[in-house]
């Protein structure tokens, strides 16, 4: 009987969310005092919702009997300064993520309880508020579709005339908090991607059209302060000045991306009108300095920029309407040497070159807008998506004057970048835009013929003759000149940074492969430069093996080779354009730097570009790239030698039990322990060596226990010039570690602040100080002398 009085109450049964129902009912007023009661309320209301929706069909009967929703909408206005809209949302956001049943989300989205909480007069006074209010809000745009979206419109006759849901939305598109943007987002996509003509018609009008226009301007904007992070005079370290650029190109590709996700949904209008955007405001005005019509006023982004710009804008927004577009605006100087009719008779006074280029852009809209069209269900009148370089131009048309120079064309355009003298960035960054065109699959033929880089069996099969494709191709009319350039690079004196040597090299893999692919050979002047800058490289790395790294340049050859094969035959599809920013900021030498640490990047450096000159010599002459490196490392047993070593001694680590053998008798001071009798032991085995400072064994007197290690490369022995009885030895406290599960360029796990130890050994008097140092030297050479060292010296 007793049992039966403390019998549980069941929170999920029906009678018990009835019970919580007309408690919320009682509430008439939140306020501090009973703040938390309504939250508990909420709270058991969705949890009992939630759980019906699943398992209970009556629960939801009587969530719909009690327009439960309705006293939600209640408690909002009831609870003005109770703060009471935070959990309110978070609940509400809960609720509807876990709705299942299509009957109980038509439901909650009927009855115009949602777009009451959508346009209640929240307070965003900066707080916490606006997070959970976005999560709402994308939390009800998942759960839309075709069938629900017109629930939470205004339609007056056949016309949408509101939205809350995305109305409300886009006041946060420009919120500070990256969550908040990305939540914005992802609910106007959702929206999108739901066929709706009559919501496609609204958001794509005026004044709610003005979103998409407001995007790209943002876009040009970011573009713009990229620009001035990278021409800044501030004072900043490389370090700092590249982590700008990275986080400010990291926005930029994020709303390029967003801008695709956009065009990807497919529906005519809206992809017309992000295209229109795009190129109006952004793509056309950020090409225009790369024609080079004036000089750069500070009004426009520097050529640099806009080649990064555009360049990422065609990796990420595909499509034949923009891959022509741009191909037509950056080709347009050359297509003036090309086409000489168009140039012909007397139109030396500028108006018909600025008539012909109109003619050329009224061409290319033609072209976009066919390109559009194919993609919608029906065709409409094409705006200019070109008007505004024609009202441009007809006011300016004294800047097309010079394009008629035969000089000016071959130099000017985005051919000038490319032989631009001094500029590496802009010479690399121009290329890889040709490369990005070239390589498209969605370039015009007549366009791609003019590059002339790839498909050409494409162009063929547009009746283009062999000798059209050839004489009307930059990259085979300029290709000495542009190898030229680049290889000018590789043989710079002093040699420039690894960075752009690479990078470099990149684009000469590609261009001599197509060169030879075309039976053509690299010039005399052209495999002299080549020869020198290989040379460069041998010698350079021929330094190393004198250095305090020598010991791993075998391991760094085998570890780097399948890396920089990789690198090498990335898509230019794939490659990021940053590279372009990069060098032009990053200009740094560590030459100066005597620490190890910098001793061990230049060491890597010099292989990595040892190989690089390998793989480009293989192209050379055999047209593709080496598999593996011919250095064949031995692979039989391994020769200990070192001063009077036992079997333990070499392969001996810290806390060893050894042979003292012949160790040298020393003493070293210890800041935490003083001054104590050691020996010293140095021995190697094959490419490896080690020395060993061991203590006397206190109750074995041949044996002695290892009490610190040091690598025997780089311990540079001196003697003190004051006390000729001290040895000083420099220690690599820097241990690289290779990871051979991944094939990246940069695989080590290392920091660039390890400082070097330091020890000095005191010797009994000089003479035997002098004789440590000579059987140091000595077994340094003995190492220097194995076989696979003697096999990397006569690789190179």
């Not at 959970?132 to 809000?137: A, G, M, Q, T, W």
Request: charged share 20%; hydrophobic share 40%.
């Amino acid at each position: 009987m007793w049992r039966s009085l403390w019998r549980s109450i069941d929170r999920f049964s029906l009678q018990h969310f009835k019970y919580v129902i007309n408690e919320l009912r009682g509430i008439k007023v939140v306020h501090k005092h009973n703040r938390e009661l309504v939250i508990d309320l909420l709270q058991s209301i969705v949890e009992i919702v939630t759980y019906g929706d699943r398992q209970d069909p009556m629960i939801f009967e009587c969530f719909m009997e009690y327009q439960v929703l309705a006293e939600f909408v209640r408690v909002l206005k009831i609870g003005k300064n109770s703060r009471i809209e935070v959990p309110l949302l978070q609940y509400l956001s809960i609720m509807i993520q876990n709705m299942d049943s299509e009957h109980a989300i038509y439901y909650c989205l009927s009855n115009d309880y949602i777009n009451s909480i959508i346009e209640h007069q929240y307070e965003f006074d900066g707080g916490d508020l606006a997070p959970y209010y976005i999560s709402f809000l994308r939390a009800v745009s998942s759960k839309i579709n075709r069938d629900t979206l017109c629930l939470l419109v205004k339609v007056h006759g056949d016309a949408v005339v509101s939205f809350p849901l995305y109305n409300e939305a886009l006041k946060f598109a420009r919120h500070g908090e990256k969550m908040i943007q990305t939540a914005v987002r992802a609910l106007t996509l959702n929206i999108y991607n739901v066929s709706d003509d009559m919501v496609y018609q609204y958001i794509t009008t005026p004044p709610v059209s003005k979103y998409f226009s407001d995007l790209v301007c943002r876009l040009k904007e970011q573009c713009f302060h990229l620009d001035t992070l990278l021409h800044s005079k501030e004072e900043a370290s490389t370090r700092e000045r590249r982590n700008e650029l990275v986080l400010e190109t990291d926005k930029i590709v994020d709303d390029i991306y967003y801008l695709k996700d956009i065009l990807s949904v497919g529906e005519y209008h809206l992809s017309r009108l992000i295209s229109q955007n795009l190129f109006s405001l952004l793509v056309f005005p950020t090409l225009l300095p790369l024609l080079q019509l004036r000089q750069n006023d500070g009004s426009n982004i520097s050529p640099l920029t806009s080649l990064y710009i555009v360049s990422r804008l065609l990796q990420v927004v595909d499509g034949k309407s923009m891959v022509d577009a741009v191909a037509g605006v950056i080709l347009y100087p050359y297509m003036t040497l090309s086409v000489g009719d168009a140039m012909e008779g007397d139109s030396v006074d500028g108006v018909c070159n600025a008539s012909s280029f109109l003619d050329h852009l009224n061409d290319m809209e033609k072209r976009v807008c066919s390109g559009l069209e194919s993609e919608g269900a029906e065709n409409i009148k094409s705006n200019n998506l070109f008007g505004h370089l024609a009202e441009y131009l007809s006011s300016n048309s004294q800047l097309i004057s010079g394009l008629r120079n035969d000089d000016c064309v071959e130099r000017g355009g985005v051919l000038a970048h490319i032989f631009a003298d001094n500029n590496h960035s802009l010479l690399l960054a121009s290329l890889f835009l040709l490369l990005i065109l070239a390589e498209s699959k969605d370039l015009d033929y007549l366009l791609a013929s003019m590059i002339g880089l790839s498909r050409i069996q494409d162009m063929m099969n547009h009746d283009l003759s062999a000798s059209q494709v050839v004489d009307g191709s930059i990259f085979v009319k300029f290709m000495p000149q542009i190898l030229n350039a680049l290889l000018k690079i590789l043989a710079s004196q002093p040699p420039l940074s690894v960075l752009i040597q690479w990078h470099t090299g990149w684009f000469l893999r590609k261009l001599l492969i197509s060169q030879i692919s075309q039976g053509k050979t690299v010039n005399d002047l052209n495999f002299h430069l080549f020869n020198t800058s290989y040379e460069q490289s041998r010698e350079r790395l021929r330094k190393e093996l004198d250095g305090c790294w020598f010991d791993y340049i075998p391991d760094t050859l085998r570890n780097e080779w399948l890396s920089c094969k990789t690198a090498l035959e990335e898509s230019s599809q794939f490659k990021d354009p940053f590279f372009a920013l990069e060098i032009a900021v990053c200009q740094q030498d560590t030459d100066g730097d005597a620490t190890t640490v910098s001793a061990w990047q230049r060491m890597v450096e010099a292989v990595k570009v040892f190989i690089l000159h390998l793989q480009l010599k293989a192209v050379i002459f055999k047209g593709s790239l080496l598999e593996k490196p011919v250095l064949n490392m031995p692979n039989g047993p391994t020769a200990d030698f070192g001063r009077g070593h036992a079997s333990d001694t070499p392969s001996a680590s810290f806390g060893s039990d050894v042979s003292l053998g012949s160790g040298i008798p020393c003493r070293i001071a210890f800041s935490n322990a003083g001054i104590r009798d050691i020996y010293l032991i140095p021995v190697a085995r094959e490419t490896t060596g080690k020395l060993l400072l061991t203590e006397k064994h206190p109750f074995r007197s041949q044996r002695g226990v290892v009490i610190a290690i040091a690598p025997l490369a780089g311990l540079s022995p001196k003697i003190d010039n004051d006390h000729p009885s001290w040895l000083h030895l420099r220690i690599r406290e820097f241990d690289p570690k290779f990871n051979t599960s991944k094939a990246r360029s940069n695989h080590l796990k290392m920091s660039n602040h390890v400082a070097d130890g330091k020890w000095t050994l005191g010797f009994p008097n000089a003479k035997a100080c002098e004789a440590a140092r000579m059987i140091i030297l000595e077994i340094y050479q003995m190492l220097k002398m194995s076989e696979a060292h003697i096999r990397v010296l006569q690789w190179i």
